[in-house]
């Protein structure tokens, strides 16, 4: 082979090299101005979806219209973070993911279980909380003991769309289960007696028993449906994500989810 040649080949070579470098530099900045981060720190506008009836974690003051809990304490500090102004955008269980697809919501942010179905449609951050199932029923009730649950007879509410709903239609052979759909609530079918039980979770039993004297909860023998809470973004934004991740990481690291934890009852369910 010639020197000419030769020089030919690598000089080719160096030209192909450096065209795909500049490819992958272009696709990584095309990413970057894509990326829902780039969006928020440039509109200065943070988005949020909540669910605003999740007592504990995202729920509305009847008194003064703001939304309370721990995911209503830490949407604001991760909008600080992001310099940006919080904007709530009102979800349910049953919509939160129709609503990040459709661009409604840059987040979700409240209790989100993070399951395998779930997992097909939207992306997960982190785990900050990590709970399982749990009864809520009247002091004079029938059911006093999980087991009571499953007769013929006994109606369990559960939320539409939340993961208790499949769970609970798979695990019960007796009892019926009730889907509630917002703006109802399994609270207020209880309180009518319409239901003799409702199937929650740890925020929603404490807060409940707290606040209303004829409310008992009830655990399984065993932790049942054993599920992490994490926030939701929608599909294909790596960047976004991680910057999540990042700041899930951070607020464990710095004390800040500890902190809104103890203030809404919620520390003995941290995720580690």
Same mark, same amino acid.
């Given at each position: 082979?010639?020197?000419?040649?030769?020089? +030919?080949?690598?000089?080719?070579? *160096?030209?192909?090299?450096?065209?795909?470098?500049?490819?992958?530099?272009?696709?990584?900045?095309?990413?970057?101005?894509?990326?829902?981060?780039?969006?928020?720190?440039?509109?200065?506008?943070?988005?949020?979806?909540?669910?605003?009836?999740?007592?504990?974690?995202?729920?509305?003051?009847?008194?003064?219209?703001?939304?309370?809990?721990?995911?209503?304490?830490?949407?604001?500090?991760?909008?600080?973070? *992001?310099?940006?102004?919080?904007?709530?955008?009102?979800?349910?269980?049953?919509?939160?993911?129709?609503?990040?697809?459709?661009?409604?919501?840059?987040?979700?942010?409240?209790?989100?279980?993070?399951?395998?179905?779930?997992?097909?449609?939207?992306?997960?951050?982190?785990?900050? *909380?990590?709970?399982?199932?749990?009864?809520?029923?009247?002091?004079? +009730?029938?059911?006093?003991?999980?087991?009571?649950?499953?007769?013929?007879?006994?109606?369990?509410?559960?939320?539409?769309?939340?993961?208790?709903?499949?769970?609970?239609?798979?695990?019960?052979?007796?009892?019926?289960?009730?889907?509630?759909? #917002?703006?109802?609530?399994?609270?207020?079918? *209880?309180?009518?007696?319409?239901?003799?039980?409702?199937?929650?979770?740890?925020?929603?039993?404490?807060?409940?028993?707290?606040?209303?004297?004829?409310?008992?909860?009830?655990?399984?023998?065993?932790?049942?449906?054993?599920?992490?809470?994490?926030?939701?973004?929608?599909?294909?934004?790596?960047?976004?994500?991680?910057?999540?991740?990042?700041?899930?990481?951070?607020?464990?690291?710095?004390?800040?989810?500890?902190?809104?934890?103890?203030?809404?009852?919620?520390? #003995?369910?941290?995720?580690?």
């Amino acid at each position: 082979m010639s020197v000419a040649r030769g020089v +030919s080949r690598v000089l080719g070579a *160096l030209a192909l090299a450096g065209t795909m470098g500049a490819m992958s530099i272009t696709g990584a900045e095309a990413q970057q101005t894509q990326s829902r981060l780039y969006e928020v720190t440039k509109s200065k506008k943070l988005r949020v979806c909540q669910f605003p009836l999740y007592y504990s974690i995202s729920f509305r003051n009847s008194k003064t219209g703001e939304i309370e809990g721990i995911d209503a304490d830490l949407a604001k500090e991760f909008a600080k973070e *992001l310099d940006a102004k919080l904007e709530i955008v009102e979800s349910s269980f049953g919509s939160f993911i129709a609503d990040l697809q459709a661009g409604k919501c840059e987040i979700g942010m409240f209790g989100v279980g993070a399951t395998m179905k779930r997992g097909q449609a939207v992306e997960f951050s982190k785990p900050y *909380l990590l709970t399982n199932l749990y009864a809520v029923t009247r002091k004079d +009730s029938k059911i006093k003991e999980w087991k009571d649950i499953d007769q013929k007879g006994v109606k369990a509410a559960v939320s539409l769309g939340s993961y208790m709903e499949p769970f609970m239609k798979g695990y019960v052979k007796n009892a019926e289960v009730v889907s509630v759909a #917002p703006p109802n609530t399994r609270e207020a079918e *209880l309180v009518a007696q319409r239901v003799d039980v409702i199937i929650t979770d740890f925020p929603t039993a404490i807060k409940v028993t707290d606040e209303f004297d004829w409310a008992t909860y009830i655990l399984p023998n065993e932790k049942l449906a054993i599920t992490p809470y994490a926030y939701v973004v929608p599909q294909g934004d790596q960047i976004w994500l991680n910057y999540v991740n990042l700041f899930v990481d951070t607020i464990k690291l710095d004390g800040r989810l500890l902190k809104y934890a103890k203030k809404h009852k919620l520390d #003995p369910i941290v995720a580690p």
